[in-house]
């Protein structure tokens, strides 16, 4: 089946210890997304790729970095993990920018110690 | 400024129990609504997409019908597998993004 996974779905880091979340997706959809979900909150957008075309939100921190190397696959990087910014992070997909759907993956926990 | 506003925030209904979650929306321009399903601990679940006004779509349990301002997802005959939290998204024309609101938080006793 066609999917978005994400790996890992837990990951413990320490405080200021970088860490790399990866998403990787079948779908062969052109845009991917990175959220940042907190608990009872709606998920916030990060970041986005349409194909290699980078989109950083305004207010997203220099903190958190992405890359995607192909189509397939997405990272994100958190070069110096803070107490705040343990959450739910969400990788999707969209295949363009016009009226597509999202399709989401199952999401990697944060915790920062 | 673009806005979703779902509500209400939590829902407890009996098994058998229909009731309706509403999505207000101010937002620039519609291109899409979107409703998901996010279980404890998971992503979001793709449910449905509205595009214009009058627009229905039917699954199982759950029907979503779409105004020029708000959004219902419809649940009928509620069962306890029902019980999850209701995310709808707004794609606005404007700024190609989507909105979303803080969800309904469902729960369905038995």
């Known amino acids: 089946d066609a999917m978005v996974i994400q790996n890992p779905r837990y990951q413990v880091t320490q405080f200021g210890k970088p860490v790399t979340l990866s998403c990787s997706q079948t779908?062969?959809?052109?845009?991917m997304y990175w959220y940042q979900q907190k608990s009872s909150q709606a998920p916030k957008l990060l970041f986005h790729?349409?194909?290699?075309?980078?989109?950083n939100e305004a207010d997203t921190p220099d903190n958190f970095q992405s890359r995607r190397p192909n189509t397939s696959f997405c990272f994100l990087d958190i070069r110096s993990p803070g107490l705040g910014d343990a959450a739910m992070y969400l990788c999707?997909?969209?295949?363009?920018?016009?009226?597509?759907?999202?399709?989401f993956g199952p999401g990697t926990r944060l915790l920062v110690l | 400024e673009d806005q979703v506003t779902q509500s209400p925030e939590a829902l407890r209904l009996q098994e058998g129990e229909s009731s309706s979650l509403n999505c207000s929306y101010t937002?620039?321009?519609?291109?899409?609504l979107f409703w998901y399903r996010q279980d404890p601990g998971k992503g979001p679940e793709f449910l449905f997409t509205?595009?214009?006004a009058g627009e229905e779509k039917e699954k199982e349990r759950l029907k979503a019908t779409l105004t020029k301002k708000e959004s219902f997802l419809h649940i009928t005959a509620p069962k306890p597998e029902d019980s999850a939290t209701y995310l709808c998204?707004?794609?606005?024309?404007?700024?190609?993004?989507?909105?979303f609101g803080t969800g309904t938080r469902l729960k369905v006793l038995a």
């Open positions: 999707a997909t969209s295949k363009g920018q016009g009226k597509e759907t999202q399709y």
């Open positions: 779908l062969n959809h052109n845009v």
């Open positions: 790729y349409y194909d290699k075309d980078f989109n």
């Open positions: 937002v620039s321009g519609l291109r899409g």
């Open positions: 509205l595009y214009s």
């Open positions: 998204a707004a794609l606005t024309s404007g700024t190609y993004k989507y909105i």
